[in-house]
T-cell receptor, first 115, second 111 residues
Framework: ETGVTQSPTHLIKTRGQQVTLRCSSQ?????VSWYQQALGQGPQFIFQ???????GRGNFPPRFSGLQFPNYSSELNVNALELDDSALYLC??????????????FGPGTRLTVL | SQQGEEDPQALSIQEGENATMNCSYK?????LQWYRQNSGRGLVHLILIRSNEREKHSGRLRVTLDTSKKSSSLLITASRAADTASYFCATDATGNTPLVFGKGTRLSVIA
């Protein structure tokens, strides 16, 4: 158990809909990163938030957006869902510098299926 | 895009044998990390090796890093059925940049 929680566990949406995924960071961590993991692939970086500000973004379109709240919990919002958005979405919390071991603590993920 | 490439893509061994997985990457790194993932769930951090280190041990895990060849290996000794999982290497370019993952090695340990 990493102390990072995500909700919901599974989600089914249809093409064109919008979805919000939630993440609760590990206590004391001020940085959250979101990753998309397609089936059979490694996680791909979406974006990172540090103290409620976006702190880096991967190669994802603007319909992927996020928020980080004062308590360091976070949301990932995806608008106009496409079939290719079907994936496991992982959030990871860390200290900004990645902590003494540079590690990120991952939540269990949300499995999104777009029909 | 993927930074690292793990090799092999899949590995099946008997319990008690050693498992070796390799990772190659493309750009200069600050550190390289190995993670484990069970059944498409969250990733668990296993070990981090910094760019100025060549070898690191943690329990039954041994990681090596060759920055001249841009490659790393993860050795799991005396494997157990519970080691069955996907293993990913992830690189960190500056210490505060997002992790860049490879596609992973699927390890099956047969009891």
């Amino acid at each position: 158990e990493t102390g990072v929680t995500q909700s919901p566990t599974h989600l089914i949406k249809t093409r064109g809909q919008q979805v919000t995924l939630r993440c609760s960071s590990q206590s004391g961590h001020n940085t959250v990163s979101w990753y998309q993991q397609a089936l059979g692939q490694g996680p791909q970086f979406i974006f990172q938030y540090y103290r409620e500000e976006e702190n880096g973004r991967g190669n994802f379109p603007p319909r992927f957006s996020g928020l980080q709240f004062p308590n360091y919990s976070s949301e990932l919002n995806v608008n106009a869902l496409e079939l290719d958005d079907s994936a496991l979405y992982l959030c990871a919390s860390s200290e900004l510098a990645g902590g003494p071991e540079g590690e990120q603590f991952f939540g269990p993920g949300t499995r999104l299926t777009v029909l | 895009s993927q930074q690292g490439e793990e090799d092999p893509q899949a590995l099946s061994i008997q319990e008690g044998e050693n498992a070796t997985m390799n990772c190659s990457y493309k750009t200069s790194i600050n550190n390289l990390q190995w993670y484990r993932q069970n059944s498409g769930r969250g990733l668990v951090h296993l070990i981090l090796i910094r760019s100025n280190e060549r070898e690191k041990h943690s329990g039954r895990l041994r990681v090596t890093l060759d920055t001249s060849k841009k490659s790393s290996s993860l050795l799991i000794t005396a494997s157990r059925a519970a080691d069955t999982a996907s293993y990913f290497c992830a690189t960190d370019a500056t210490g505060n940049t997002p992790l860049v993952f490879g596609k992973g090695t699927r390890l099956s340990v047969i009891a």
